[in-house]
């Protein structure tokens, strides 16, 4: 059941508004939220935090409660980097305890009453997010709380002396409606300390809400509660929903869990943790969760992780996860039909186009990391093409000198440069040159490595040794105007270059009957490798050479020009 807010509650909330609208009165909360009683939870929309005045240590437990802690407004006192102390009721002058300090039940009483805005704080989706997280310590929250509303109090002794309100949120984001909601859920806790507390008046906790209302300027940074994606979509309430779960009709859970074409990668998923995760995922991109920083939160907030169960690396969670339809990994098909389930849950959420571009700007670099270690080079930027050329060569192709060796061959030299993306996925190269008998010719490849692949071995002739044999091979010509493509799956046999050109003044390609394309899958007849799958796998970057030997008498030519197209892939294609 929802109540209707207290008066103090609705002066804190002209308070805020005030110096957070300005004149214009232009900026907006997402409305004043309910709270449920002192049992912790709340409803609603919006919320405050924000760091502790000391640096974080790994430690995240509050005592005496056990529910974990994040960043926060340093508590209640007026004091700015500019201004003194604010106090009500302050009697410094004794060991006594003022009236203020008194009614809260003391310095005790203040820790009791700032353990149960925690508590609230904690239970409240709508700025828990800020607290969350494992490089928060709460202990230094909790202490740091105390001292500020004991010193508002004027409890004997105690002495704010954490960080400013400005520095100690500086960069947090917070908007006008975390603030409000932090606000209404000290409100709440205020309320339930009241209950023990009797001799406390609802006009102590309207000056004690004042005091906070008046550290709005100094905490809030986002006053219209728009200034990123995270504000925009409505806060973690908001992505939660959009993540959903199955059954949750338009949540892009049940999105994929109806789309037949992945859903058999989930098949096994533990949809709270899934929930989870991705709503802390979604809410990191700009806001203040930080996914695999998991603490243990209270029961029925963030289920399914905690320490010990952090939220794992997009890496670490894909692993050899497959399709129990078939027992294939995630492949770039599974991987856009996610993008789409997202985008379509996003569409029905009512989340902007260009929040949309944010989010799945963050989501497209997670493609390697999701998809099966065989198809990661299909992401998006983990391949390119490389080309490069030899041009103008007028190299003599030595007549009848091939024996074998390269030595004996017109070599052209090309240079791969260096990337990043380095192992080679596929290679086609080109030879333009003249010659005046095709089947003298033999062409080879060597990489980087040293690993030399035949190309062409004196098409039309079955030789026994590498280039050798009984005269002859086809005696076509070659033009350096019809150049030789070879590339594997290459419609032709390199074997049967020429084999349909009628007579010997023919050009091979274009006066084969029929005309051809001149493009070739490598054939290397007596000569080392097998085809240009010899260099799938090593490293592209280096010096590649190209050579064209001759291995008959009697005809010559010469080599004009080479263009090697290296296809470069980031992951080894042969792991």
Not at 236 to 252: N, R, T, Y
Not at 423 to 440: E, I, S
Not at 484 to 503: H, M, R, S
Request: net charge negative; charged share 20%.
């Amino acid at each position: 059941m929802r109540r209707a807010p207290t008066p103090a509650t609705l002066a804190l909330l002209g308070l805020v508004l005030m110096p957070a609208c300005g004149d214009d009165g232009g900026a907006t909360t997402e409305g004043a939220s309910s709270t449920t009683d002192g049992a912790g939870s709340t409803t609603g929309d919006a919320t405050t935090a924000a760091p502790t005045g000391d640096p974080p240590t790994a430690s995240t437990t509050l005592e005496p409660t056990s529910t974990t802690a994040g960043p926060t407004t340093e508590p209640m006192t007026g004091t700015t980097a500019e201004t003194g102390t604010t106090t009500l009721d302050t009697d410094t002058t004794t060991s006594e305890p003022s009236a203020l300090c008194d009614r809260l039940g003391g310095e005790a009483g203040v820790g009791e009453l700032v353990d149960g805005a925690l508590a609230v704080v904690l239970n409240d989706d709508k700025v828990n997010g800020y607290f969350l997280n494992n490089d928060v310590d709460g202990g230094n929250l909790r202490t740091c709380l105390i001292k500020q509303l004991g010193q508002v109090a004027g409890c004997a002794g105690v002495e704010y002396d954490c960080l400013d309100m400005k520095t100690a949120h500086a960069g947090l984001g917070i908007s006008t409606a975390d603030f409000m909601d932090f606000a209404l859920d000290f409100s709440t806790a205020l309320d339930a300390h009241q209950g023990a507390h009797p001799d406390l008046g609802d006009d102590d906790k309207t000056a004690i809400l004042g005091v906070l209302g008046e550290l709005a300027p100094d905490i809030v940074e986002d006053v219209g509660s728009d200034a990123t994606v995270y504000q925009r979509v409505g806060r973690k309430p908001a992505i939660k929903g959009l993540v959903g779960a199955p059954g949750q009709a338009g949540s892009f859970v049940d999105n994929v869990a109806l789309d037949v074409a992945i859903n058999g990668f989930f098949a096994a998923a533990e949809f709270e943790r899934l929930n989870t995760c991705l709503t802390r995922q979604v809410g990191g991109i700009d806001g203040p969760t930080r996914y695999g920083l998991e603490v243990d939160a209270p029961p029925g907030i963030d289920p399914g992780v905690g320490v010990g169960n952090e939220c794992k690396t997009m890496a670490v969670a894909h692993e050899g996860l497959v399709d129990v339809n078939d027992m294939v990994g995630i492949d770039i098909n599974d991987f856009g039909a996610l993008v789409t389930d997202l985008v379509t849950a996003m569409e029905t959420a009512g989340v902007a186009a260009s929040d949309q571009d944010a989010i799945l700007g963050v989501l497209g670099p997670m493609c390697e990391d999701i998809l099966a270690p065989e198809f990661k080079n299909q992401c998006p930027g983990a391949s390119k093409t490389e080309t490069v050329e030899a041009t103008n060569l007028a190299a003599p192709i030595p007549d009848d000198g091939y024996d074998g060796s390269l030595a004996s061959m017109a070599c052209a030299v090309l240079v791969v440069p260096d990337d990043a993306i380095d192992f080679v996925a596929a290679v086609t190269l080109t030879v333009a040159a003249d010659h005046t008998f095709v089947g003298d010719l033999v062409i080879k490849l060597q990489g980087p490595d040293g690993t030399v692949s035949t190309i062409l071995s004196r098409p039309g002739l079955v030789e026994g040794v590498d280039g050798q044999g009984d005269c002859c091979g086809d005696n076509a010509n070659l033009s350096p105007s019809t150049p030789l493509t070879f590339k594997n799956g290459g419609a032709t046999d390199a074997e049967q270059i020429g084999a349909a050109v009628p007579d010997t003044s023919g050009i091979v390609c274009v006066d084969e009957q029929p005309p051809i394309a001149c493009e070739f899958h490598p054939n290397p007849g007596a000569g080392p490798g097998m085809d240009l799958d010899d260099f799938l796998g090593l490293t592209a970057k280096g010096t590649w050479r190209v050579c064209v030997g001759d291995a008959g008498g009697g005809d010559s030519g010469t080599l004009h020009g080479i263009t090697l197209v290296v296809d470069r892939v980031k992951y080894d294609p042969t792991p």
